[in-house]
């Protein structure tokens, strides 16, 4: 993700999505009984969804052929409406960004951040939620400015955007780790302060390990005038997710926008986050500078993002 993950995708990325077995059942013969509407939509097979993930509960994660976790319920619930089934085929995140960009799937899902390069070379839904600055903290301790940070001990994922981002925090000191469970560890042991990592995967582990004493806290974002002074603390501000399409499919992107929309309008969606304990007030309300920086690039100059309360036409 940004998507917190590096940018980059390798030709081997690419040629581990096209060899990996696809975790659905069938073939690629389109289904029986496929609605016009669903055939209309443009996807590789008529009626089907062929989506791109990567294992990363509780955003998504393929058990018995389904996705599940939050894009993947998300998406289920779009998918339905529009007469869709959907076939997951399991990758890196590179090679999620590759499949899309080669069109060898319709779709890639899983807290995918919206981005002006990113956007050059697929589609970009509206935002289905927006991720906020999350830290996980030790009980009792509590951090609300990026001046509360100054002189700790920060850690986070290799190659995640945020190392950037500790980097430019005076006196801070940088752990980065092979994965999120290196970061949880030194916090339960007091070696590290603060953590940085996706809000809903430091709420799943204050569940699944209680013993760490953790708690999940959200980061006042720096102003317009301290990313400007430091660049690289953008990343402590909050970004928009999306669902990303190849370049070709914009008929399913109009159609899956319209259906994300709907689903702030109507409670769906707010319902969805609280099932895997995000607080809407932080998901589903955009900060000041999500409609801007899509104004003009892949949105209309009046685009509004959708929001709780309000439809995102």
Known sequence: MIRTRSLAVSLSALLTLSTVAACGSGGDDAPKNVSAKAASLGTLTPGVLKVAVEPYAPYTSVQGGKIVGLDGDILASVAKKLGLQIKPQ??????????????????????????????????????????????????????KTVDDLLGLNLGTVEGYVWVK???????????????????????????????????????????????????????????AAEVKAKPSYQYFQQYQTGFYLPKQATGLEKAISARIDAMYTDGEMAKLVKKYGGDPEQFLKPAAGIATARRGVD???DWTPPSVGRSGQ
């Open 90 to 143: 399991v990758t890196d995140f590179a090679g999620m960004l590759a499949g899309v960009q080669s069109h060898r799937v319709d779709i890639t899902i899983g807290g995918v951040a919206w981005s002006a390069d990113r956007q050059k070379q697929g589609l970009f839904t509206d935002p289905p939620y927006y991720s906020p600055p999350a830290m996980a903290v030790r009980d009792g301790k509590t951090y």
């Open 165 to 223: 981002s500790i980097q430019s925090v005076p006196g801070a000191k940088l752990h980065a780790y092979p994965d999120a469970n290196g970061v949880f560890d030194d916090l339960g042991a007091g070696r590290v302060d603060v953590g940085f990592l996706d809000p809903l995967i430091i709420i799943a582990a204050q569940k699944q390990r209680p013993d760490l004493k953790i708690a999940t806290q959200y980061l006042t974002p720096p102003t």
């Open 299 to 301: 949105r209309p100059d």
